[in-house]
């Protein structure tokens, strides 16, 4: 496997809250349509999406629409166990990395997504009892049986990264990071990324809609005051400014979006074509912590 052969797109559209958004099955066909022409091609999801009924509401989809599937990444997660009615048998909320639960949840992927293969699988959490490996073995066979084309962690810290990385080639960590929410900046994260060659992908790129939710604390305020400025001077929405911001980041993130709407997708695809200027990048930054730099 290459660990470069991955092409995501510049924006990956994110499942989760495909719950929240009302689409029927024909709605859902259309609304992957109209992400793949705004050049949307890679889509998030993890098993555990919506109480373990997310994967499966994108698989009727590609069922319904013949030669979706073809245009399109799909990227997975495996590893937490969820306690609910989709899944009897968890008795508690907990991580499981073994190679049983991997490889029995790549399978329940595979078989909810209708599709033979997951193009990148990603661990979700750092599960503290993981042995890196019977991780590595196991993608190892998954890659040889042809379920997973690349894999990647989630939510891990450069130590456990690294740990993984030297027993098994990874193509990103997916992280959170926005201008609401910066541990990567400082905990080593997208450093490693970089000195790594992996572009990690940010999840909750807009604070999981804290950004422009009702009830603005003073750390929103001031940085809405911020990207409101750079939004109308580059004619954007202060969205599009938000994710240009995180990708201004030397280690080039791959934003990972949460909205049904269209027009959202749009702005987060816009952020693509504005450059912010380091001065730009630092307001954003000062405006975040409340102070300027040292
Ligand atoms: N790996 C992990 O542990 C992890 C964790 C969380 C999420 N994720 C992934 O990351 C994806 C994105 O996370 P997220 O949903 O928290 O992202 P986000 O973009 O930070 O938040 C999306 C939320 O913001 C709201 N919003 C308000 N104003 C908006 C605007 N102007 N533009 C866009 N959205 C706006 C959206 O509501 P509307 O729909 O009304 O626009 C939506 O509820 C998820 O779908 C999932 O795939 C991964």
């Given at each position: 496997m290459h660990a470069d052969a991955l092409k995501l797109s510049p924006t990956v559209a994110g499942l989760w809250r495909?719950?929240?958004?009302?689409?029927?099955?024909?709605?859902?066909?259309?609304?992957?349509?109209?992400?793949?022409?705004?050049?949307?091609?890679?889509?998030?999801?993890?098993?555990?999406?919506?109480?373990?009924?997310?994967?499966?509401?994108?698989?009727?989809?590609?069922?319904?629409?013949p030669g979706l599937r073809e245009r399109l990444q799909i990227v997975t997660k495996c590893g937490i166990k969820l306690v609910g009615p989709a899944r009897p048998a968890h008795r508690i909320k907990s991580y499981d990395s073994s190679r049983a639960h991997i490889m029995a949840s790549v399978d329940?992927?595979?078989?909810?997504?209708?599709?033979?293969?997951?193009?990148?699988?990603?661990?979700?959490?750092?599960?503290?009892?993981?042995?890196?490996?019977?991780?590595?073995?196991t993608f190892r066979h998954l890659l040889a049986a042809g379920k997973v084309l690349h894999f990647g962690v989630s939510n891990h810290t450069p130590g456990q990264l690294a740990l993984l990385r030297k027993r098994h080639p990874l193509v990103t960590n997916q992280v959170e990071f926005s201008p609401l929410q910066m541990q990567a900046l400082a905990d080593g994260t997208l450093e490693q990324c970089l000195d790594l060659g992996l572009r990690p992908?940010?999840?909750?790129?807009?604070?999981?809609?804290?950004?422009?939710?009702?009830?603005?604390?003073?750390?929103?305020?001031?940085?809405?005051?911020?990207?409101?400025?750079?939004?109308?001077?580059?004619?954007?929405?202060?969205?599009?400014?938000?994710?240009?911001?995180?990708?201004?980041?030397?280690?080039?993130?791959?934003?990972?979006?949460?909205?049904?709407?269209?027009?959202?997708?749009?702005?987060?695809?816009?952020?693509?074509?504005?450059?912010?200027?380091?001065?730009?990048?630092?307001?954003?930054?000062?405006?975040?912590?409340?102070?300027?730099?040292?």
């Open positions: 495909l719950g929240e958004w009302g689409l029927d099955t024909p709605g859902l066909v259309r609304w992957i349509e109209q992400a793949l022409e705004l050049g949307g091609t890679s889509f998030d999801h993890a098993d555990i999406y919506g109480g373990y009924t997310v994967e499966a509401r994108f698989g009727e989809a590609l069922a319904a629409a329940a992927s595979l078989r909810a997504l209708r599709t033979d293969r997951i193009d990148l699988l990603l661990l979700h959490r750092p599960d503290l009892l993981m042995d890196p490996d019977e991780v590595a073995d992908m940010i999840w909750s790129p807009l604070g999981g809609g804290r950004l422009f939710a009702e009830g603005a604390d003073a750390q929103v305020q001031r940085v809405r005051a911020v990207l409101g400025e750079m939004a109308a001077r580059h004619g954007v929405s202060e969205a599009t400014v938000a994710l240009a911001w995180i990708r201004r980041h030397p280690s080039r993130p791959i934003p990972v979006t949460g909205s049904g709407r269209l027009q959202a997708l749009r702005e987060a695809v816009d952020s693509q074509s504005i450059s912010l200027t380091a001065e730009d990048w630092y307001a954003v930054w000062q405006a975040s912590m409340g102070h300027e730099v040292p």
